[in-house]
């Protein structure tokens, strides 16, 4: 996306703990207990990928190492990564956010750029209504849950 006018909408939607949230809706199980996606569980090597709520809660961190992680919160579930899994659902979620508009621009796996400007009156709601809709329907009919910021630029929409 090129620079955006100050009229421009932009949406930048973010999954949320995105590794995590998709082990939790494939296994169900793991939504009640601290849990973090990590390198090599068996070995307890590597490094924490993504965590949930429970583990966040428990002083674990993104980038943290297994072994730390598991001295901290024993009961951690460590979970191995995986990544065709994680691409399977990023190409989902894209796929949604394209039946908001075309130019939906991914920044990583887990993150997009939306420019909603020309489609936004098509949809008949304000920018705040429509990004709400797009999470509804992430969390509905894909199972994880999305952050929207919202702005005239991709910069302020990534802080928003």
Known sequence: MAEQPKDSVI???DCN???ASVEALDNPAL????MAVAG???SRRGIVLAKNEQAKARGIFTTQTVWQAKKLCPELVLVPPR???YAEISRQVNALYMQYTNLVEPASIDE??????GSLPHF???AHALGDQVRRRVREEIGITISVGISF???FAKMG
């Open 11 to 13: 949406f930048h939607c």
């Open 31 to 34: 939504r009640d207990v601290p």
């Open 17 to 19: 703990a995105f590794y």
């Open 153 to 155: 630029c991709k910069a």
């Open 112 to 117: 997009s750029y939306l420019d909603v400007t």
């Open 124 to 126: 008949g709601l304000s």
């Open 83 to 85: 990544h065709d899994r």
């Open 40 to 42: 090599s569980p068996e």
